[in-house]
């Protein structure tokens, strides 16, 4: 664990009932969704995390609670070191406070995040379809989204097939 990291870790603990986890070197704050615009403020304004990297989201379905995790990836400048944050969000219509006043990039990254799953951010300045046609119905990044399309009916036998034989070359 990075050494620049530790009184970020220790205080968000302590203040923001945040676990932290370590993986390859890479630092995990997994905070509840209620505190996640007060996390990033702290972050930002004691910390130095002034970038907001990245925004995305993990959906769990078939699993209801939590079904969607949102990823924030926090990079500091100053001290040159990353930090992901993480929160959990239940349900089939999951909703979030946005970090748009914090981070102003995260207006695109929850726009995006809106459009692929579905998940809407409470006080978002302009939210709206930003990578699918206005008029697309559902969300396509959801894993119980319907595919659309056939199954390929195969016209053979698999049992039939003699997987011994080299294949020839054509």
Request: hydrophobic share 40%.
């Amino acid at each position: 664990m990075d050494d620049k990291l530790q009184p970020a870790i220790a205080a968000f603990k302590e203040r923001l009932n945040a676990v932290d986890t370590e993986f390859r070197g890479q630092i995990t704050l997994t905070v509840p969704a209620a505190r996640i615009v007060e996390a990033c403020h702290v972050l930002r304004d004691e910390y130095g995390f002034d970038m907001l990297i990245d925004e995305t989201a993990v959906d769990y379905w078939p699993q209801a609670a939590p079904r969607f995790n949102l990823v924030y990836q926090l990079y500091s400048m100053k001290q040159n070191v990353m930090l992901t944050l993480r929160t959990a969000l239940d349900g089939n219509a999951p909703h979030l406070r946005t970090i748009e006043s914090i981070y102003p990039n995260a207006n695109w990254h929850e726009r995006e995040l809106w459009d692929m799953f579905g998940i809407t951010f409470d006080g978002h300045s302009d939210l709206r379809r930003i990578l699918m046609p206005h008029d697309w119905e559902g969300f396509p990044q959801r894993k119980d989204y319907p595919l659309g399309y056939e199954e390929v009916q195969f016209s053979f036998d698999y049992k039939e097939i003699d997987l011994s034989k080299p294949r020839a070359k054509e």
